[in-house]
């Protein structure tokens, strides 16, 4: 049996995702209890597991009300300001979920402490506010170089894996992204359809990895075509990132 993920609006662009396979279900993130609750409820599902990314409220405030008798995981480096964990992980340690594994990620950056989850066998990775489709979590906590050192370890993962962010920013994310790169022909068709399924009040998430190197600017900073239309050509990877999340910061 393979994953099924459910991707679940929450609050006004929050997402959270409902990962399940062999009668097992685990909850990524919880913005808030009862859209979490009722796609579980409408198919038949237990939340076994709850799996946090980072601390913010508009991610971590439906666990109590979700929890029950789920294990809670979630980064050691951030139990001083999580909901009380089963379980804390560092960067790197991996764990058992369904028979498969599921990876951990320090992706601290948005965040001292996020972590991303990487499920090699359903070809997903729960990214939160690191890595976010057409777009990347403000720097709020960390550097610019270690949200940098970050998104370049998720940018690793296969192409074909799919990001499960946590929110609906994507298409606010295509309008400043074209100001970076406004002749990147992928990035517009990208822009076409978001609008498109924007309009329908479908979501733009998940997105697949390979389509965020091809459109995404953050992911592109280190190309020495987006350096030289920034006139930095021979700026390292990172001053890059920082240049245009500044941009961003100021869209």
Request: negative net charge.
């Amino acid at each position: 049996m393979s994953f099924e993920i459910v991707t679940v609006p929450c609050l006004s662009d929050n997402y959270a995702y409902l990962i399940h396979k062999d009668g097992k279900t685990a909850l990524i993130d919880a913005p808030e209890a009862a859209p979490i609750a009722k796609a579980a409820a409408d198919r038949g599902w237990t939340i076994d597991e709850i799996w946090i990314t980072h601390h913010h409220g508009d991610h971590i405030d439906g666990v109590a009300s979700l929890r029950g008798n789920a294990v809670v995981r979630g980064a050691a480096a951030d139990t001083h300001r999580l909901p009380a964990l089963d379980h804390a992980h560092n960067d790197g340690e991996t764990f058992e979920f369904a028979g498969s594994e599921v990876q951990v990620m320090d992706v601290s950056g948005h965040t001292i402490g996020h972590v991303a989850y990487y499920v090699p066998d359903a070809n997903a990775a729960f990214t939160a506010d690191s890595l976010m489709a057409l777009g990347c979590g403000r720097v709020f906590e960390g550097t610019f170089e270690q949200m940098w050192a970050s998104l370049s370890k998720i940018a690793a993962l296969p192409g074909d894996t799919m990001i499960c962010s946590g929110h609906e920013y994507t298409e606010a994310n295509g309008r400043f992204a074209v100001t970076i790169e406004p002749d990147n022909p992928a990035l517009q068709d990208r822009i076409a359809k978001v609008k498109e399924a924007r309009a329908k009040g479908e979501a733009t998430v998940p997105s697949q990895l390979s389509e965020e190197l091809a459109t995404n600017p953050f992911l592109r900073a280190g190309l020495a075509e987006v350096k030289n239309l920034l006139n930095i050509a021979d700026a390292d990877n990172s001053a890059v990132f920082a240049e245009i999340r500044r941009r961003k910061d100021s869209f």
